[in-house]
């Protein structure tokens, strides 16, 4: 009997034990859930890693409640939870702050424009094929020549190797047309062809010279006049003498 009370009461005492462990505020906990949700704040977890922040946030706060409510059992899981996930944010937080740090890579310059085409180059000779009646005048005189017919030598001078006489040249050969003559070979070609070039001079004369101009004028038209009326009186003298030497 009493190694019977003796083991009973080794077993209440055993008991009491595991309920006074277990009935203990879970201070240490507790205390690191709220070191670990500190420090990710300080990693500036609410902003690089508000999603992993808020919920350690919400499970501290879950944790409080249930130590407050005397729930300490209940707490202790809760509060790891609450620690685990504010570690994450921290983490998460640092390796966001780490990727911003690295130096950006320069963007690849922009590839050179290509250059601009070099303008067409106009031809300085132009190949025009003889139509049935044409002749270099005619050629030369055309809208796609030169419009000046006495510019025809060009066209001969560039085609004396084809062309013996300037003034035959025959349907369907190809002459050589130069486009771009220097003005010395324009006018040496209207000299070849017989243009002249008249040049106007303008004589200053003497306002006395010219009174005088008037005044001889005067006196011819006078002359003239009396040279026609002496005419006239002695035509029909003329004409009774001879009537009156048929008689």
Known sequence: MKKWMLLSTVMIFSFALVLSGCAQKPEAELQKAESALSAAKDAGAQSLAAKDYQAAESKLNEGKSLVDQKKYKDAVPVLNDAASLADTARDKALAAKKASNKPVAAPAPAPAPAPAPAPEKKADVADHAVAKG?????????????????????????????????????????????????????????????????????????????????????????????????????????????GATAK
């Open 134 to 242: 044409e002749t270099l005048w005619k050629i030369a005189a055309s809208k796609d020549a030169y419009g000046n017919a006495y510019e025809w030598p060009l066209i001969y001078d560039a085609n004396k190797d084809q062309i013996k006489n300037p003034n035959l040249i025959y349907p369907k050969q190809v002459l050589k047309v130069p486009l771009a003559p220097s003005e010395d070979e324009v006018r040496s070609a209207e000299a070849k062809a017989g243009k002249k070039v008249m040049v106007k001079k303008e004589a200053k004369v003497a306002p006395e010279a010219t009174t005088e101009k008037k005044e001889v004028k005067k006196e011819v038209k006078k002359v003239v006049k009396k040279v026609k009326k002496a005419t006239k009186e002695e035509a029909p003298k003329a004409e009774t003498q001879k």
